[in-house]
């Protein structure tokens, strides 16, 4: 298997523009999750889906962000519009299983965002 | 709000000695605990786990230890490797809740030579 999958591996985007970021969780996971590491916060979730349903989306931090799971193999969390406080790494992980305590997480290699 | 506090952002160690990683916690729901390695330029990855019910979890070189009273668990790396160099995540979730894992801002540890 190749693992988890995102996109792009890096992003330099203006103040005010949309960003995509994408992702392909490893096949047969049920659940995805949306991460963000900064230096001041560390690994923070943004959000999680179970079988493609949005489970927590709390740690969303504005109406800017958005996410989106229209199948098993696919997400995307877009940021419209940018902000330069938005600069981070982004990471998309998925698991096995329909709970998430106990589940490891298998990580992609993440999205350096760069917000100008 | 932390919820899973890695108070140590560095440590350095040399090739040969232990290396110690400690994580504190303040949710008492908190009742499964797993250690993340991570490379630079890559996601983090899974090295070991601990249940509540247990004190301790073994496997090769890295022991993780949990304190349930002091809502504190350590990681211990025997012998250190250069190749351990990485940061460390810290994390933990709350079975019951059915929440996603909730993790440390990390520690980067450097092991040398």
């Known amino acids: 298997d190749a693992g988890v999958i995102q996109s792009p591996r890096h992003e330099v985007t203006e103040m005010g523009q949309e960003v995509t970021l994408r992702c392909k969780p490893i096949?047969?996971?049920?659940?995805l999750f949306w991460y963000r590491q900064t230096m001041m916060r560390g690994l923070e979730l943004l959000i999680y889906?179970?079988?493609?349903?949005?489970?927590?989306d709390s740690g969303m931090p504005e109406d800017r962000f958005s996410a989106k799971m229209p199948n098993a193999s696919f997400s995307t969390l877009k940021i419209q519009p940018s902000e330069p406080r938005d600069s981070a790494v982004y990471f998309c992980a998925s698991s096995f299983g329909a709970t998430t305590s106990n589940e490891k997480l298998f990580f992609g290699s993440g999205t350096q965002l760069s917000v100008l | 709000d932390q919820q899973v506090k890695q108070n140590s952002p560095s440590l350095s160690v040399q090739e040969g000695r232990i290396s110690i990683l400690n994580c504190d916690y303040t949710?008492?729901?908190?009742?499964?605990f797993l250690w993340y390695k991570k490379y630079p330029a890559e996601g983090p990855t899974f090295l070991i786990s601990i249940s509540s019910i247990k004190d301790k979890n073994e496997d090769g070189r890295f022991t993780v230890f949990l304190n349930k009273s002091a809502k504190h668990l350590s990681l211990h790396i025997v012998p250190s490797q250069p190749g351990d160099s990485a940061v460390y995540f810290c994390?933990?979730?709350?079975?019951?809740?059915?929440?996603?894992?909730?993790f440390g801002k990390g520690t980067t540890l450097s092991v040398s030579s």
């Open positions: 949710n008492s729901m908190f009742d499964y």
């Open positions: 994390a933990a979730s709350a079975d019951g809740a059915g929440t996603a894992l909730i």
């Open positions: 096949s047969g996971h049920n659940s």
């Open positions: 889906f179970n079988n493609n349903v949005p489970i927590d």
